[in-house]
């Protein structure tokens, strides 16, 4: 495939964050990423610049510029309200095109993960996925992506020489965002959709937000999650009790998953999701390795079970022996309500 | 319909270690299955062909050993193989790997939609099944959870998203992935076993499928893993508490308190 010379690397500049829009709100993962470029555009002496693709989102770039931005794009489309991978993906590789950033780092997420793969292809550059570290060379600007690969088991060092820009995702809370510098300036350059983007185009019949923080996962600072030990449907509720009490979402075995007493959105390890919230309370979960891989690097982790032998009891950094039934409405009399 | 189904061989377990002196990973005495992802794909492509008609293709990008994964996918309802298998195209990234099976697609012609699993369980990537839409420049919906209906020319799906669910239409042909919650595979029947067996599974090359030998392997791919290392491992004291409920609870609750976490 086309490589660039050292002259057309060159040309490639700044560094690019791809916002994490939801129903018009920028989501808070957009500050950690732009936290992240930050450092790389200060070693590279270049800029950040954050790209807006959403429908009502003119106004909400500018407190981009708090976060460490220079430049915020914005696209701003009646169009762009659902999630159009097709057509984000064509105004991406558009923009990157015509503003050559040197790397575009964009977040882990069900969105990005679809989005991003699509724009790696389409102009010919390389992808790494999750990246839970990013430098930069701050000679040649090379990317050096640290992923995690067999559920977390290896992590590997990747860099892409020959090819501009250099693509990232990062997982929501693997970086910190930075405190906002509400006196910090920037400008917004406005751009619109175009007729070629629009060739293919969902039709986005329904669009179901839970209002629960109890699913989502990834952007969950507290997990509490239960296993087989929970014993039914009954168990989870009173984990969804103890996790609105600390406001922290739900996690689940796939053993209990698949008893059908919480939905797989729930899931945690190799068939569900991989989480690494700062903390992780197992509750009768026994820690099947195909579990473990999904939560281990999760900042802190408590175990709550009977039987003192099991391997989630053996990683974890706190484990109570004990009946979770009993000990859970304890813990909730011990936390005030929020 | 004409579904092809991307599937990929890997290890058992995502449990892998790297051998402290050659810093590979180890992968003898790993049993090697098919990505866990992928036997909901194949199985949601052979319930599609059940229900609307058609063929299901099974195809694979690997070494040799890697036709077993379409002998399983054949023992479950799936009408061909095809083995993507040379030395040009070992060392493949996300982006030749894609390249090559959407080669492999037009190769095979006329399909209708293409299903691949979330993302396999060593690589983890998630990045395959979007790529192969962008080299073809078809639509695509990632995270299925639901297939909810199929027209001639379009399809309506249900997408899985860390806060909730869409539903939207999608012109084919088109490139699915899909996660869990869609289907439960069925286990192969005998007679499923038997022509698994006796399957002759063709073995295409980079010239069988038009590659262009610029675009796969180690040449056709930009990115490069220049180092691999073992996480830090937990560090290995575990504080145990125990007592009452209440004792434990206090106790936690402390400690969760002393790390500001609560």
């Known amino acids: 495939m086309i490589t660039l010379t050292d002259l057309e690397r060159k040309e490639y500049r700044n560094i690019w964050v791809i916002a994490e829009v939801l129903s018009g709100e920028i989501q808070p993962v957009t500050h950690e990423l732009i936290g992240a470029a930050r450092t790389l555009a200060d070693a590279r002496n270049s800029q950040v610049w954050a790209v807006v693709l959403g429908s009502g989102v003119g106004d909400k770039a500018e407190s981009l510029y708090a976060y460490g931005a220079d430049t915020v794009i914005v696209v701003d489309d009646f169009r762009l309200s659902g999630f159009q991978d097709e057509m984000e993906a064509r105004i991406l590789v558009r923009l990157i095109k015509k503003y050559k950033p040197e790397v575009v780092v964009c977040a882990a997420t069900s969105r990005g993960r679809a989005l991003i793969p699509r724009v790696a292809v389409m102009a010919n550059c390389g992808l790494t996925a999750d990246c839970t570290g990013l430098s930069i060379d701050p000679e040649n600007g090379d990317l050096l992506q640290t992923s995690p690969a067999f559920g977390g088991n290896i992590l590997a060092t990747i860099r892409c020489s020959n090819h501009r820009p250099q693509m990232a995702t990062v997982r929501p809370r693997v970086m910190k965002a930075p405190e906002p510098d509400l006196n910090r300036k920037g400008q917004v350059i406005k751009e619109s959709v175009l007729d070629t983007d629009l060739d293919k185009m969902k039709k986005i019949i329904e669009i179901f937000r839970s209002k629960e923080t109890a699913v989502n996962l990834s952007d969950a600072r507290i997990i509490i999650a239960g296993g087989r030990g929970m014993k039914g449907p009954e168990g989870f509720e009173l984990l969804k009790q103890f996790a609105s009490r600390v406001g922290g979402a739900v996690g689940a075995s796939r053993a209990a998953v698949d008893a059908g007493w919480i939905p797989y959105a729930h899931q945690v390890g190799q068939t569900g999701q991989t989480v690494q919230s700062t903390l992780y309370i197992a509750c009768g979960i026994s820690g099947q390795i195909q579990h473990l891989v999904g939560m281990q690097s999760c900042d802190m982790i408590v175990a709550i079970d009977k039987n003192p032998d099991t391997p989630m009891m053996q990683i974890a950094d706190i484990a109570i022996i004990g009946d979770v039934f009993e000990i859970i409405p304890e813990i909730m009399n011990e936390i005030p309500k929020l | ?262």
């Open chain 2, 1 to 262: 319909m004409k579904i092809v189904v991307c599937i990929k061989q890997v290890p058992a377990t995502n449990d892998a270690k790297i051998d402290p002196e050659t810093k590979r990973i180890i992968r003898e005495g790993q049993k090697a299955i098919m990505n866990p992802f992928d036997t909901y794909a194949v199985e949601e492509g052979v319930r599609l062909k059940e229900k609307f008609g058609g063929e299901v293709i099974a195809i694979t990008m690997g070494p040799p050993k890697a036709e077993a994964v379409l002998r399983e996918a054949i023992s479950v309802g799936a009408d061909r193989g095809i083995l993507l298998s040379d030395g040009a195209f070992a060392g493949s990234d996300t982006w030749a790997t894609s390249y090559v099976l959407a080669k492999a697609i037009e190769k095979i012609g006329d399909v209708d939609l293409v299903i691949c699993g979330k993302q396999a369980i060593d690589g983890d990537t998630a990045q395959v099944g979007p790529g192969i839409a962008a080299h073809l420049d078809w639509m695509q919906a990632t995270y299925v959870m639901a297939v909810e209906s199929v027209e001639t020319s379009s399809i309506t799906v249900k997408r899985m998203h860390e806060d909730g669910y869409d539903v939207c239409e999608l012109q084919l042909p088109a490139v699915l992935t899909v996660v869990k919650d869609i289907n439960t595979p069925r286990v192969p029947t005998l007679k499923g076993r038997l022509a698994a067996q006796k399957y002759e599974i063709p073995v295409w090359k980079p010239e069988d499928i038009g590659a262009d030998h610029d675009k796969i392997g180690l040449k056709g791919s930009p990115t490069r893993v220049v180092k691999t290392q073992a996480p830090d491992p937990r560090k290995a004291s575990t504080i145990r508490i125990e007592g009452s409920p209440q004792e434990c609870a206090k106790a936690l609750v402390r400690e969760l308190r002393l790390r500001s976490l609560v």
